[in-house]
């Protein structure tokens, strides 16, 4: 597939500079005419003609609500003015050249708070989430001797912006959303779920409902595809890349693009004919059908790509060294056998550590080759 990739990399018009402050107004309430940019970027010019009639509009191409937390962070970007960062951005620095923020190098501007905020990716219902990993916090406050909250984050602007003005200091952040995590508000990834021979990772698929006449990608001409979120690596930028590179299909062109939120929401559409088709994570997929949320039998799958990374889990990059060391050893001794987490995650028994550079290169050739900039202003 990445050569695939690749190839459309050269068709990829220069105007489709989506940086990462595009993709989501960075706050807890949704803002459906920002969310439209990203939209635009990718699907054409008319979206974007749209947008510059709003009276946000400059605040969204300037940061896309990023500018009101760069006040946050402005004396520490100050402080950080003479630094090799790579693409993160200037409030951090990348001294080692790991591709990911270091911690700062005054001691004043470590933070080791009483309580920590917790939260995991806002892929599904939080409720149910939030019994899933009641265990681990438990076990979390054990190790760290720290107070530890789950926090339920409705979107991943939202747990990002969380991070980024330093409210949320431990996080599971998606696929496609660690590098905007990443660069814009100095997640520093360490673990994934995995297996003891250190597998992990899911595939993107293209489903359709059972009965429905569509068997291959080329049949969605005319069709409607539902998206997740633009931020989103299965749910959104790998299948536009693929759609366009491997099958000639493009959104608005070709098929009528919508978007659903959410990845459970995208399959029960699915399941239920209201859309003709949708790109999900199929572990977010099977995890519906173990939990009986939806029939697998109305749904069939048309495409599956090869094998990501799913789900990563960091740290804010200010939290002070040693208490660091002390939530990854949280993880990483964390007892799956019996625990909630193991009967969620079926497939998955342990946390196994990863790095951004190594593990996350392949999400970053996809942003790449579909013009992702990650920049914050």
Same mark, same amino acid.
């Given at each position: 597939?990445?050569?695939?990739?690749?190839?459309?990399?050269?068709?990829?018009?220069?105007?489709h500079?989506c940086s990462?402050?595009?993709?989501?107004?960075f706050?807890?309430?949704?803002?459906?005419?920002?969310?439209?940019?990203?939209?635009?970027?990718?699907?054409?010019?008319?979206l974007?003609?749209?947008?510059?009639?709003?009276?946000n509009f400059?605040?969204?191409?300037?940061?896309?609500?990023?500018a009101?937390?760069?006040?946050?962070?402005?004396?520490?970007?100050?402080?950080?003015?003479d630094?090799?960062?790579?693409?993160l951005?200037?409030?951090?620095?990348d001294?080692?050249?790991?591709?990911?923020?270091?911690a700062?190098?005054?001691?004043?501007?470590?933070?080791?708070?009483?309580t920590?905020?917790?939260?995991?990716?806002?892929?599904?219902?939080?409720?149910?989430?939030?019994?899933?990993w =009641?265990?681990?916090? +438990?076990?979390m406050?054990?190790?760290? %001797? /720290?107070k530890?909250? &789950?926090?339920?984050?409705? *979107? @991943? $602007?939202?747990?990002?912006?969380?991070?980024?003005?330093?409210?949320?200091?431990?996080a599971g952040?998606?696929?496609?959303?660690?590098?905007?995590?990443?660069?814009?508000?100095?997640?520093?990834?360490?673990?994934?779920?995995?297996?003891?021979?250190?597998?992990?990772?899911?595939?993107?698929?293209?489903?359709?409902?059972? =009965?429905?006449?569509i +068997?291959?990608?080329?049949?969605l001409? %005319? /069709?409607?595809l539902? &998206?997740?979120?633009?931020? *989103? @690596? $299965?749910?959104?930028?790998?299948?536009?890349?693929?759609?366009?590179?491997?099958?000639?299909?493009?959104?608005?062109?070709?098929?009528?693009?919508?978007?659903?939120?959410?990845?459970?929401?995208?399959?029960?559409?699915?399941?239920?004919k209201?859309?003709?088709?949708?790109?999900?994570?199929?572990?977010?997929?099977?995890?519906?059908?173990?939990? +009986?949320?939806?029939?697998?039998?109305?749904?069939?799958?048309i495409?599956?790509?090869?094998?990501?990374?799913?789900?990563?889990?960091?740290?804010?990059?200010?939290?002070?060294?040693?208490?660091?060391?002390?939530?990854?050893?949280?993880?990483?001794?964390?007892?799956?056998?019996?625990?909630?987490?193991?009967?969620?995650?079926k497939?998955?028994?342990?946390f196994?550590?990863?790095?951004?550079?190594?593990?996350?290169?392949?999400?970053?050739?996809i942003?790449?080759?579909?013009?992702?900039?990650?920049?914050?202003?």
């Amino acid at each position: 597939m990445l050569h695939s990739i690749k190839r459309l990399v050269s068709r990829i018009r220069s105007s489709h500079d989506c940086s990462a402050g595009t993709f989501a107004n960075f706050g807890f309430k949704r803002d459906t005419r920002i969310m439209k940019l990203p939209v635009s970027l990718w699907f054409g010019s008319s979206l974007r003609d749209q947008l510059r009639t709003l009276a946000n509009f400059r605040t969204a191409t300037l940061a896309c609500s990023i500018a009101a937390l760069t006040v946050i962070g402005a004396g520490s970007a100050l402080a950080q003015a003479d630094c090799p960062r790579g693409d993160l951005d200037k409030a951090y620095c990348d001294r080692n050249g790991d591709l990911v923020a270091d911690a700062p190098a005054d001691p004043k501007q470590l933070v080791n708070p009483s309580t920590l905020i917790f939260a995991y990716t806002p892929v599904e219902d939080p409720a149910v989430y939030t019994r899933v990993w =009641d265990g681990f916090i +438990k076990h979390m406050e054990k190790v760290t %001797g /720290k107070k530890v909250v &789950f926090f339920p984050v409705q *979107s @991943n $602007s939202a747990q990002i912006e969380a991070m980024r003005s330093g409210r949320l200091h431990i996080a599971g952040v998606n696929t496609g959303a660690n590098p905007i995590a990443v660069n814009c508000a100095g997640f520093v990834p360490f673990a994934i779920m995995g297996t003891k021979e250190g597998t992990f990772g899911y595939e993107m698929e293209i489903i359709v409902p059972a =009965d429905s006449p569509i +068997k291959t990608p080329a049949d969605l001409k %005319g /069709k409607k595809l539902a &998206f997740t979120a633009p931020t *989103s @690596n $299965s749910g959104f930028k790998a299948p536009s890349a693929i759609l366009e590179s491997e099958f000639n299909l493009k959104a608005e062109r070709d098929f009528t693009p919508v978007f659903s939120g959410k990845h459970d929401n995208s399959v029960l559409g699915v399941a239920n004919k209201d859309y003709d088709a949708a790109a999900v994570a199929n572990e977010v997929m099977f995890r519906m059908f173990e939990r +009986k949320v939806v029939d697998k039998a109305k749904i069939r799958t048309i495409y599956k790509s090869e094998t990501f990374p799913t789900t990563g889990y960091g740290h804010a990059h200010n939290l002070d060294p040693a208490l660091v060391a002390k939530i990854k050893e949280a993880f990483f001794s964390f007892p799956w056998e019996g625990s909630a987490l193991k009967a969620e995650f079926k497939t998955e028994d342990r946390f196994v550590p990863i790095t951004y550079q190594k593990d996350w290169s392949v999400i970053r050739k996809i942003d790449a080759a579909t013009g992702v900039k990650y920049s914050c202003k």
